[in-house]
T-cell receptor, first 117, second 113 residues
Framework: AQTVTQSQPEMSVQEAETVTLSCTYD???????LFWYKQPPSRQMILVIR??????QNATENRFSVNFQKAAKSFSLKISDSQLGDTAMYFC??????????????FGQGTTLQVKP | EAGVTQSPTHLIKTRGQQATLRCSPI?????VYWYQQALGLGLQFLLW???????NRGNFPPRFSGRQFPNYSSELNVNALELEDSALYLC????????????FGPGTRLTVL
């Protein structure tokens, strides 16, 4: 069974600074995707970034980038130039694909990030 | 492009009653997923519908059921409500397993008294 672990329940960062959120996962699958989702106080889950396991290049989306270490099963999220609107809970998630696809996202416990002015 | 929509926003029921939650996916998306986000339990996968059929269900009792309509919208039914069913229920949609990620709706907050 796959598991996703986020070891940092809470983090804070000053506005305009950089912060890194950690995520590790456990799987025996080779074909999968990893995601970071953001859930602000409004509770709307928003897809921040995704990474295909077969791609070595780390995904980036504007101020958001990941450090994907497949062998170490690590998938951290770096937020650069933090903004007040980045305050939210962040979830790391795993989905296996291909013929063994279950259609299921497996989520970590979440990290609450507060951006301070 | 309209996102995933859910109704109602809030729902208050008493123990033993039935609750019906509705979800409309993003136009063109054929897969609909339901997740439960309960306090202290995190996000748990409930159900996956694709092309009108149930493809997978999570570790929930049979009183959690649903269906997907020909227009790909979906309904989640929870029978014989229990206090621990109180949670935020999130619906998501995607283009099958193309790895686009699942796009979530705003959720329905179910409170069981």
């Amino acid at each position: 069974a796959q598991t996703v672990t986020q070891s940092q329940p809470e983090m804070s960062v000053q506005e305009a600074e950089t912060v890194t959120l950690s995520c590790t996962y456990d799987t025996s699958e080779n074909n999968y995707y990893l995601f970071w989702y953001k859930q602000p106080p409004s509770r709307q889950m928003i897809l921040v970034i995704r990474q295909e396991a077969y791609k070595q290049q780390n995904a980036t989306e504007n101020r958001f980038s990941v450090n994907f270490q497949k062998a170490a099963k690590s998938f951290s999220l770096k937020i650069s130039d933090s903004q007040l609107g980045d305050t939210a809970m962040y979830f790391c998630a795993f989905m296996k694909l291909g013929s063994s696809n279950t259609g299921k996202l497996i989520f970590g416990q979440g990290t609450t990030l507060q951006v301070k002015p | 492009e309209a996102g995933v929509t859910q109704s109602p926003t809030h729902l208050i029921k008493t123990r033993g009653q039935q609750a019906t939650l509705r979800c409309s996916p993003i136009s063109g998306h054929t897969s609909v997923y339901w997740y439960q986000q309960a306090l202290g339990l995190g996000l748990q996968f409930l159900l996956w519908y694709d092309e009108g059929e149930e493809r997978n269900r999570g570790n929930f009792p049979p009183r959690f059921s649903g269906r997907q309509f020909p227009n790909y919208s979906s309904e989640l039914n929870v029978n014989a409500l229990e206090l621990e069913d109180s949670a935020l229920y999130l619906c998501a949609s995607s283009l099958g397993d193309l790895g686009t990620g699942e796009f979530f709706g705003p959720g329905t907050r179910l409170t069981v008294l």
